[in-house]
């Protein structure tokens, strides 16, 4: 028989919010009809020990207008055993009791006060990873040369093979009833395997073609951060800190808009703010799908997720920048190198990566903080916030032919962009509150020993202080730029460019509209150098067409000149990446806009 293991629970109860990773998980269900969790989570929201939680989680309560409860959860299907969900009113002493049983990962039941529910499910069976090799035999031999084939050993060498603290993340299932005991009892649940990210496997190995029983395919750093966490190696917890843990919510709400724009920002954006659109488009880069059939594909979506919700559920994860599987020539599973020089400007446009110009040999952080398609010839909005590599290479700036471009030794540095922004810190004796540090901040004054490196003797207080000033100084060129812009704006544009930047403003109730000179020189989605007036319903400058009249449209020698200002501006750097070529961009647009100045 069967050992029926309790997953987490939650509870009904008024007004308390959830708390997964803790066991427990309170639900904000009042005596109206409410909701708490979502019944379309299909991804992990909290970091578990060992990676994927073999024991059912709940997911969602939610009450109905009948009086009804609807719990749901995620788990693993056993063919045989079904899961029982029992719910314990007031939590009293032997008060449980099953309200339903079912094989399927959702029930309904009647409303009951107070109510604490937890799901019991059989103890997992897993299969082991060699039994996964004998239809993954490509997956299992690459997964044989990474480190976590080996995690076991590791602690062998540090004599901690036998701590019970270490072998949930080194081993498959330690705890569990069929889980990990020892290599000699159980030698193919050794090391970080298939099961340890993919859950466990037993029936599905018995039954491949039975959809019920299919391994999970997780995205979500959750899953790493199950074990790759606390004061010793804080991987995750750095990381969800970053912006790279969310998608960006203005583009998430965007994915999951009408089907008619949803289809467009994923293929615009997609690629490089939603870790599922560009998980899928890494599977199949010349794919001839559309971007929802490709997504469904690959990730098996269940009735009720759309691509677009796929796309704004998970940010750049750990398997955007690492192979899961795979052991590569760039060191920690990367995908990509860390080291390229070659232009690179990767398009929004185009419904693939191989048409959107996608090059796997420029370094990772590269992928995307590229121009992504920036233009001199843009008239809509300015170049995207992303030319960090370009800008560190020196090159996509508008610059005289043949002439030599001034370089600072910064795109020199090994490993250049996580060379700086990847510093490891480790410590003698890390606590919560002195961690050691990964780098996953992407910080680069969490350390400034990369600097010392050319800035010998020099302590932090200098370097510092040297930022500051560079910084400083960049902002005053910046201004410098951007004010003679506006002064040829306002002395030297035609007429119709001087009339064709608006402002719209509430005053005593009217709708007014204003022209704005000052934005003759602008995209017709000003940039942020021109930030609109406090209480402005609409900010706009010039039209495509008027920007691109032959006869009183902007000069090339301007569009030249914002488009290198703003290359410098949205760089963020401030003239840290490469202050030389930075400045020289500056300089060329200035000259542009004073020849424009003196005509």
């Not at 990773?21 to 969790?37: E, R, Y």
């Not at 466990?200 to 790759?228: I, M, W, Y």
């Not at 996509?396 to 250049?416: C, D, F, K, R």
Request: aromatic share 6%; proline share 8%; net charge neutral.
């Amino acid at each position: 028989m069967n050992t029926l293991v309790p997953g987490f629970w939650q509870q009904v109860r008024p007004m308390i919010r959830c708390g997964l990773a803790l066991g427990l998980a309170l639900a904000a269900v009042g005596a109206q009809a409410a909701a708490h969790g979502d019944p379309f989570e299909i991804h992990l929201k909290e970091p578990h020990e060992g990676g994927m939680p073999p024991r059912p989680i709940i997911t969602s309560i939610r009450t109905t207008t009948n009086n009804e409860v609807v719990v749901t959860w995620r788990g693993f299907v056993d063919p045989v055993t079904p899961f029982m969900l029992q719910a314990n009113p007031g939590l009293r002493s032997n008060g449980w009791q099953t309200v339903a049983t079912t094989y399927g990962l959702s029930a309904t039941v009647p409303l009951m006060d107070n109510a604490t529910f937890r799901v019991l499910a059989p103890s997992p069976t897993f299969a082991g990873s060699t039994e996964c090799s004998a239809c993954h035999r490509g997956t299992h031999s690459r997964w044989l040369e990474t480190r976590h084939a080996h995690a076991l050993d590791t602690l062998k060498r540090i004599n901690m093979h036998n701590n019970s603290r270490c072998l949930p993340c080194h081993t498959i299932g330690y705890g569990l009833p069929t889980g990990y005991k020892s290599e000699t009892l159980t030698p193919d649940l050794a090391n970080v395997g298939c099961e340890s990210c993919h859950g466990p496997s037993a029936a599905h190995a018995a039954n491949p073609f039975d959809p019920t029983t299919r391994p999970v395919k997780e995205l979500a750093s959750q899953l790493c951060g199950g074990c790759h966490t606390d004061a010793h190696h804080p991987t995750f917890n750095e990381w969800e800190t970053h912006l790279h843990a969310e998608v960006n919510e203005e583009i998430a709400a965007g994915f999951e808009g009408p089907a008619a724009t949803s289809l467009g920002r994923m293929n615009s954006c997609g690629a490089c703010h939603s870790g599922s659109v560009r998980y899928a488009m890494l599977k199949e880069p010349a794919t001839t799908n559309s971007l929802p059939t490709l997504m469904t594909n690959v990730f098996h979506l269940p009735p009720g997720v759309s691509a677009g919700r796929e796309a704004a559920d998970i940010g750049i994860t750990c398997v955007v920048c690492h192979s899961s599987h795979t052991k590569t020539e760039y060191g920690y599973q990367l995908r990509y190198p860390l080291f390229s020089t070659n232009a690179y400007n990767m398009v929004t446009s185009g419904t693939n990566l191989v048409q959107k110009g996608y090059d796997a040999t420029v370094q990772v952080c590269g992928q995307c903080h590229n121009g992504r398609g920036a233009d001199v010839t843009g008239t809509a909005r300015p170049p995207h916030h992303s030319p960090q590599y370009n800008i560190l290479v020196g090159n996509l700036g508008v610059v005289p032919t043949n002439a030599p471009v001034p370089m600072s030794p910064h795109w020199q540095i090994e490993n250049q962009c996580a060379g700086c922004h990847m510093q490891k810190v480790t410590v003698t004796n890390p606590t919560a509150n002195n961690p050691n540090h990964t780098g996953h901040t992407f910080n680069p004054t969490q350390s400034f020993e990369k600097c010392r490196e050319c800035h010998t003797g020099q302590d932090d207080e200098w370097m510092e202080l040297l930022i500051e000033f560079t910084k400083e100084t960049m902002h005053n060129k910046i201004a410098e730029v951007k004010n003679n812009l506006v002064l040829w704006a306002t002395t030297k544009a035609s007429p119709q460019l001087r009339n064709a930047g608006k402002v719209v403003m509430m005053v005593n109730g009217v709708r007014v509209t204003n022209s704005v000179p000052e934005l003759a020189w602008e995209f017709n989605v000003p940039g942020q150098l021109s930030p609109p007036p406090p209480g402005a319903l609409s900010w706009t400058g010039p039209t495509t067409a008027q920007q691109n009249n032959p006869t009183n449209g902007l000069p090339q020698a301007i569009k030249e000149a914002r488009f290198n200002l703003y290359l410098v501006e949205h760089d963020g750097s401030y003239g840290v990446h490469n202050n030389a070529y930075a400045r020289y961009l500056l300089k060329v647009a200035n000259d542009k806009v004073k020849a424009e100045l003196a005509k």
